[in-house]
Nanobody, 124 residues
Framework: QVQLVESGGGLVQPGGSLRLSCDVS????????IAWFRQFPEKEREGVAV????????KYADSVQGRFTISFDDTKTTVYLQMNTVKPEDTAVYYC?????????????????WGQGTQVTVAS
């Protein structure tokens, strides 16, 4: 059974840090690019970061460049999103989808496998 399970969300103060995890199972971890998207209430999902299937290439949205880092642990088939210097506007539900085509496009339509999401709230 294909599964992507996000965890690590919660409440964090502005300027603080949080690490999200995406645990992957049911498909070959090395064959898929994995990304992080977020969705604000009543808005389209927005691409945050993506890492290639080879894990050698990463790409970030301008809004998080320099603050967020996507990484992986292939021994655990887990992809992480380290969120530093968070802002209230980072508040959203965060998702980790997978893309077999490895296009590295931060577009929802490029990703066919999605998790259920984890809520991140940045507030004092």
């Amino acid at each position: 059974q294909v599964q992507l399970v996000e965890s690590g969300g919660g409440l964090v103060q502005p300027g603080g840090s949080l690490r999200l995890s995406c645990d992957v199972s049911g498909f070959s971890f090395d064959d898929y690019a994995i990304a992080w998207f977020r969705q604000f209430p009543e808005k389209e999902r927005e691409g945050v970061a993506v890492i290639s299937s080879s894990r050698s290439t990463t790409k970030y949205a301008d809004s998080v460049q320099g603050r967020f880092t996507i990484s992986f642990d292939d021994t655990k088939t887990t992809v992480y999103l380290q969120m530093n210097t968070v802002k209230p506007e980072d508040t959203a539900v965060y998702y980790c989808p997978a893309d077999y085509a490895d296009l590295l496009l931060l577009l929802p339509s490029s990703f066919g496998l999605w998790g259920q999401g984890t809520q991140v709230t940045v507030a004092s």
